[in-house]
C-alpha cells in the first residue's frame, strides 16, 4: 500500500498566500505555535539555510573590511532618547524591561529593535582621532519590535538580520560606503541567491527614522506586494552630534564623524527565497544555501540488492564529501516515491537515484529540483556534473526570476493605468510631483500602493505632469504594493 | 625614536584578576563601559573567537545526530512555572518584559535565562509516538541572568552558550545522552582546547534546578578556583510531567518521555582559555581557535628594501590561504617590534618575520608564541612546518595545563590538611559524610571551599571518616574555591 503523500495542497499562482504559510510549516522551516504572539521557533531545516545565509553576507562584509562585535540586547532608555526623530520614530514598537527577580529597574531598559544608540555611545569613546576611521562593525542578531500583525520571515516582533555600522571621516567615504552596501546586497540576494530587486531611494517620509537619507532593495512577491529585504541608510552626522562622536582630524581640529548603516534582512531573504524560487511542490534551493545539496535514494527491492545499492550510495556520499558538498543518504523506513516528495518540500537542489540499473550500467540517475527533470550521469562524471549543474541550477533560477521580476514592472501614464496595473500586482514606474500628501492620497485611493522611490542616480527635473494629482512632476518613482 | 609598547603591566602569578581584566582590554576581547551592569561589548577579537568555539561545538553536536534550532527569546510566566523546582530556582534571575511600546502586557514575558520551559512545550506538540524519538536539538545563543555581581566572560547578565535538549524513550538511552554530553566536552574543550577539566556528579543541593541528576566540568583558574566550563543533566521525566511530554510506544502504550540537557558555556570556555593558556605577555591561542592563524610581519627599512619584502610576505599570504590557514600581513604604519607586541598580547599562534636576510638566503623567521621562540624554516618547507606546528603548540599548552591542574589535585586526610590546600588554591580530594550542613560549615569555615561532587564511576562505601565532621563518610568527593 503506497504511504500517504503529504505535500502542498495548493497552487502558488492560485493562492499565494496559503501557499506560503504551508510551505513553511510543511517544508519545516517554522513552527508558528509558540505561545507568544509574533515569535515562532525558527526549525533546523530553516536554521542550516540561515546560517548558511549569514555566512554568504559575512564573508562579503569581512573581505570589505567589517568586523564581528556583539553589542547588548538591552538599550537603557535615555540612550534612545538621544537622537529625537530615531526614538519618536522607533518608541511605539519598543519592548521594554522593567524587572529582574523582586527588584523594579530603577530604569527601563528596551530590547534592541535596532542599535545605533546601543552602538554609537561606545563609539564616542572609541574614536578620538582620524588614526581611528573608518571604524567599520558588524553584529548577526536577533532584534525586537512590537509589530500589530505578524507572518513568518516577513514581520516578526523577533526577526534575524545583520546591522553594521560604519564611521567615516568625510560624507564622501560615508556615500562610498552607502554603494559598497549595495554592491555587498548585489553580490549575495542577486548573484548567489538569485533573487532580483530594484534598489531605491526611499522618499523623505519613508526614510529610516534618524537617517539623512535610505537605499533599500525591493523584490517582488508573486502575490504583487514589493518586499523591503535589504536597506542602508546615510546618517549623516546626526547621530554623531546626538552622542558626540568626533574625531581630531590630521591638522588638530575636531569635527563630527559621518555615519552609515546597514541591514540585511536574513528573515526577509529567507522569505524571498522561499517566495520568488518556490513552486508547486514547495521549495526550490540554490546550490549554495541549501543545508543538504545533493540527496542519495537508495532503491531496493530486496536484502540481496540493497547490500549492493548502499555500498554504491556510500560510496558515492564519501566523494561528495571529499568535494565539499554537503549530502545526505536517505535510509529512513518509507517508499522512494514518499522520499522523492519529502526532499522536493524542502527544495534540495540535487537527487541521486540509485538502483539496481544504475548499479549494472554504472550510472546515476541525477534529478535536478528546479526543473524537475532526470538525466543519466556516468559514475566517475558524476562529481563534475554536481558542480556544472550547482551553476545551471542559478542561472535558471536567477533567469526565471528575473523574467517574472521584470516582465512586472510596467510604465503607466494615466491614473486609470496605474490603478488597473497595481491590482495586477504590478510595480509601476510613473512620474510624481513628490508630495506627501499626493502619494498618501493615491496610496489610500489604491488600497495600498506606495511611493518606493527613485532610482539611485535619479536626478530631479521636469517629468511631465504627476500620473496621481496632475501637478508638475520632478520624479520619475516606483509605485507598488507593499509588505 | 621607538614607539609606546602597551602591554601588561602585570604578573599573572602574582596579581591574577588585574592580568585578567588587563588582558579581556588590552587583547581586545570585551569593552566594559557599556552603560547597563552585567552587560558587556564582546570586541572583534574576541568574537572571532568565539565563531570559532562555536564551530567546534556544533560539528560535534551535529555529528552526534544534533539539529540547529532557534527558539523565542521570551517565555510567557505560565511556562515558567509549570516545573515547580526549576521556577523557584531561577526566579530570582530573571529580567522581566513587561511593557511594549504604550501597552502594559497582560502577561509578562521573561527574558530565557534557559530554555527547557520555551523547548518543552513544543515538544508536548511534536512527540506522540516512538517514531519521533530520539528528538535532538540544539541553540547557540545568549541568555539573560540578574546575576549581582559580574565579571566579563565569567558572569554576566549576558552571556553566550550552546544549549541542547534531547528526549527519549529510556531512561538508559537518557543516561547514555549523558555521557555522549560528557565527550562532546572531551573532545571540544580538552582536546582542541587544551584546558583539562575534572567532570564530576554535583551533589544534591548544587544541581540544576529541575534536574534529577547534574554532571559538570570543572577546571581551575591559577588563582586557586574551580570554573564550572559545562555541564548535562539527567532531567528524569520531571519536565516530561510537568508539561505533558509523552509518546505511543512499540505496543501502543503512552509514556512519558526521559529528557537530558547540556550546556557548554561558551563565555566561560573563553575565561578558561585566557586564564589556563594566557602568560605574562598575554593570551595564548591553541591553532584552531585563533582569528589569525599566522601573522607576517614585513620588516625594512628603505622602500627599495619594502618591495622585495611585500613581495615575499604576498606570497607566503597566498600560500597560506591556499592551504586554509587564517593569516594576515601586517601593514600598519608602526614598528616590527611594536606589531610584536601587538600579536603577542592577542595570542597568535605563529608569527613570520620577513626582512633582507629572509629574502637574500631563501628562508623564512617563524616565531611561537607558546614557547616565544624562534626558528628558520627554508621557503618551500614553511607551510608543512605551520601544520606541524599547530599540533606541537597544543601538545605544548595540553601538557602545561595538565601538569598545572594535576599538580593542584591533592588527596587530604585532616581538616587542617584540607585548610591549608584551599588556602594554597588546591582542589581537595576527601572522604565525605554526604549532609548538606557539613558542607554548607565547611564553606563557611574555610572562606568558600565548596564540595563540587563525585567522580562519575564513583561507588558510594565505606571511606573511613569525613574530614571535616568526623562522622562516617560514604563518600570521596572533590572539594574546591569556585567562581
Known amino acids: 500500500m503506497p504511504e500517504k503523500i503529504i505535500g502542498i495542497t495548493v497552487k502558488k499562482a492560485e493562492n499565494f498566500s496559503e501557499w506560503f ?45 567589517h568586523e564581528p562585535v556583539l553589542f547588548p540586547l ?66 548577526s542578531v536577533s532584534v525586537y519590535r512590537y509589530e500589530k500583525t505578524t507572518r513568518p520571515f516577513i514581520r516578526g516582533r523577533e526577526f534575524l538580520w545583520i546591522e553594521a555600522h560604519d564611521v567615516f571621516a568625510t560624507h564622501r567615504q560615508a556615500l562610498r560606503q552607502v554603494k559598497e552596501d549595495m554592491e555587498n546586497s548585489r553580490k549575495v540576494i542577486w548573484e548567489k541567491l538569485g533573487i532580483p530587486f530594484l534598489f531605491l531611494r526611499r522618499p523623505p517620509w519613508d526614510k529610516f527614522k534618524g537617517a539623512e537619507d535610505t537605499y533599500a532593495a525591493d523584490t517582488l512577491v508573486p502575490d504583487g506586494r514589493v518586499l523591503q529585504i535589504s536597506s542602508t541608510h546615510d546618517l549623516g552626522q546626526r547621530f554623531a552630534k546626538a552622542f558626540e562622536i568626533t574625531y581630531v582630524d590630521k591638522k588638530g581640529k575636531r569635527r563630527y564623524v559621518w555615519q552609515t548603516c546597514y541591514g540585511p534582512g536574513i528573515w526577509r531573504i529567507v522569505a524571498a527565497l522561499i517566495s520568488v524560487h518556490g513552486d508547486d511542490k514547495g521549495l526550490v534551493l540554490p546550490f549554495d544555501v541549501a543545508p ?110 528575473k523574467k517574472f521580476f521584470e516582465s512586472n514592472i510596467v510604465s503607466v501614464k494615466s491614473k486609470k493605468e496605474l490603478e488597473k496595473a497595481i491590482k495586477q500586482g504590478k510595480i509601476v514606474k510613473m512620474s510624481f510631483c513628490g508630495r506627501e500628501e499626493c502619494a498618501e492620497d493615491m496610496r489610500e485611493a489604491t488600497n495600498g500602493a506606495k511611493v518606493r522611490g527613485t532610482e539611485l542616480d535619479f536626478k530631479e527635473g521636469d517629468y511631465g505632469k504627476c500620473v496621481w494629482c496632475g501637478e508638475p512632476a520632478k520624479y520619475i518613482v516606483y509605485v507598488a504594493k507593499a509588505y
Chains 1, 2 share one sequence.
Open 292 to 401: 543538504i545539496q545533493v540527496v542519495i535514494i537508495p532503491i531496493y527491492y530486496s536484502d540481496e540488492a540493497k547490500k549492493f545499492v548502499m555500498r554504491k550510495c556510500r560510496r558515492l556520499y564519501l566523494k561528495l564529501k571529499r568535494n565539499g558538498v554537503r549530502s545526505l543518504i536517505d535510509t529512513r523506513d518509507k517508499t522512494p516515491g514518499w522520499k522523492f516528495n519529502d526532499w522536493e518540500l524542502k527544495g534540495v537542489p540535487i537527487r541521486f537515484e540509485i538502483g539496481k540499473r544504475e548499479i549494472e550500467q554504472g550510472y546515476v540517475t541525477v534529478f535536478r529540483r528546479d526543473l524537475m527533470k532526470r538525466e543519466k550521469v556516468e559514475d566517475d562524471k558524476v562529481v563534475d556534473r554536481v558542480f556544472e549543474l550547482a551553476n545551471e541550477i542559478l542561472e535558471n533560477l536567477k533567469e526565471k526570476a
Open 74 to 139: 538591552v538599550i537603557p532608555e535615555e540612550n534612545f532618547e538621544r537622537e529625537k526623530e530615531h526614538v519618536e520614530g522607533f518608541k511605539p514598537e519598543v519592548f521594554w524591561v522593567t524587572e529582574a527577580g523582586d527588584d523594579k529597574l530603577e530604569r527601563k531598559l528596551a530590547l534592541r529593535p535596532t542599535s545605533e544608540t546601543a552602538f554609537y555611545q561606545m563609539y564616542s569613546l572609541w574614536i578620538t582621532s582620524w588614526r581611528d576611521l573608518p571604524l567599520k562593525l558588524y553584529q
Open 21 to 65: 504559510t504551508q510551505v513553511v510549516t510543511k517544508a519545516g522551516l517554522a513552527d508558528q505555535r509558540y505561545n507568544v504572539q509574533g515569535f515562532i521557533v525558527h526549525m533546523p531545516w530553516a536554521m542550516r539555510i540561515i546560517k548558511q545565509i549569514y555566512r554568504l553576507f559575512e564573508e562579503e562584509l569581512e573581505r570589505t573590511g
